[in-house]
């Protein structure tokens, strides 16, 4: 639904589409205290303007020199591949995680870094926002809580 011009429309629009006793889940990217400090929020406005075509060419040069510094930084620093510096860098990485080899975590955080940085919107919510949607809409059962990509939500339709 972040990828809506309108997430909490986008919402309401699938919650229509539930019979009673159904359940919506869902997550979003989540709005908090670092999202101004996300480098993908800032390459986007001018990445989400380029064609599909473009944009990957675009995607292949940053990561040329964002990759291996990320992973200077994080070896310097001892930190865990894949964190920090990769997100105030704007790419994706894939590293260091259990049985991907380094061929196969280049190529997901080429794709994930395109990902996230080609959609025209990305309207991070906070927890809180999320949770009083489902409640508007009527619904029980419900669990908020951010996870792992940011905020995951489902409520019930009432019978």
């Not at 539930?18 to 800032?42: A, E, M």
């Not at 990902?115 to 409640?135: F, K, N």
């Amino acid at each position: 639904v972040q990828h809506c011009p309108s997430p909490h429309a986008a919402f309401q629009s699938l919650v229509e589409f539930l019979k009673p006793g159904g359940q919506i889940v869902f997550d979003c990217y989540r709005l908090d205290w670092k999202s101004p400090i996300r480098g993908k929020y800032y390459l986007r406005p001018l990445t989400r303007l380029l064609s599909p075509r473009a944009q990957h060419l675009f995607v292949k040069a940053h990561m040329a020199w964002t990759y291996p510094l990320t992973s200077a930084i994080h070896r310097t620093l001892g930190l865990r591949p894949g964190r920090y510096a990769s997100s105030l860098l704007s790419l994706a990485d894939f590293r260091g995680l259990p049985d991907i080899d380094e061929e196969h975590a280049r190529e997901l955080s080429e794709l994930d870094t395109l990902d996230m940085l080609a959609p025209r919107y990305d309207r991070p919510q906070t927890v809180g926002t999320v949770r009083r949607w489902l409640e508007r809409a009527g619904l029980t059962d419900i669990e908020v809580h951010p996870g792992y990509n940011g905020v995951e939500a489902r409520g019930r339709r009432a019978r």
